[in-house]
């Protein structure tokens, strides 16, 4: 009768409680994320949500028309909707999204944007651009982590004022079915790359400026 060998049975024991570790890790994670997603801000006025600026994150009409409600109420100077289809135009989206007249000075469309982290550069030009020091930030709830992750990252000296609004098909309170759970596992895989990501540049920016301010002085 063969022996099986001792190394490889205590290497497939170490590798099936590697696998549980890391599948209980991913699990706990993501239980943490989905606890921790903000709640739907209720409608609003003025006084009691003010910044310089409003960015809408495209992606649903409620961030939008919310965005819109926001600029037509005076919650901001300006609003910019981001991450807008190339042959959308502002009529349609004022038609679209019941804009009132503020909308037509004052709502601003980004063309370039086609996911959360060209949102974040393209909402941090504007808001140079514009000398904005604070932003009201209008996306879905399940959403509004990692694009205040991103947005951070590109302006930290910026205000940032969460406005989340709930979208049906991602909110946990109204119960878990198969789509909700893809929605928000698929935005919290995304959310765990984009923090991987930011640690990343962060740790390695002072060792890169320091490069370029060598590079400089030769």
Known sequence: MAMEHPFRKASG???RRTLTL????????????????PKATAAASPSEVKANGIVALTGGDARLETAVALLESGAGDRLLITGVHPQTTKQ?????LHG????????????TATDTRGNAKEAA???????YHSLIVV???YHMPR????FRSEMPDVQLKPFPVEIDAADPSTGWDLKTLRVLN??????????ARVTIERATEPHAKANTQAAAKQ
Do not use: H, I
Request: glycine share 10%; hydrophobic share 45%.
């Open 92 to 96: 349609e989206l004022k038609q679209m």
């Open 125 to 131: 030009e504007w808001a140079r651009n514009n000398g």
């Open 13 to 15: 024991g170490s590798l």
């Open 100 to 111: 009132g007249p503020r909308f037509d000075c004052c709502a601003d469309l980004g063309f």
């Open 147 to 150: 694009s205040l992750l991103e």
């Open 186 to 195: 698929g935005e919290y895989v995304k959310y765990v790359a984009s923090l």
């Open 22 to 37: 890391l599948v209980a890790l991913y699990a706990a994670g993501f239980a943490y994320y989905v606890y921790s997603l």
């Open 139 to 141: 996306t879905a709830a």
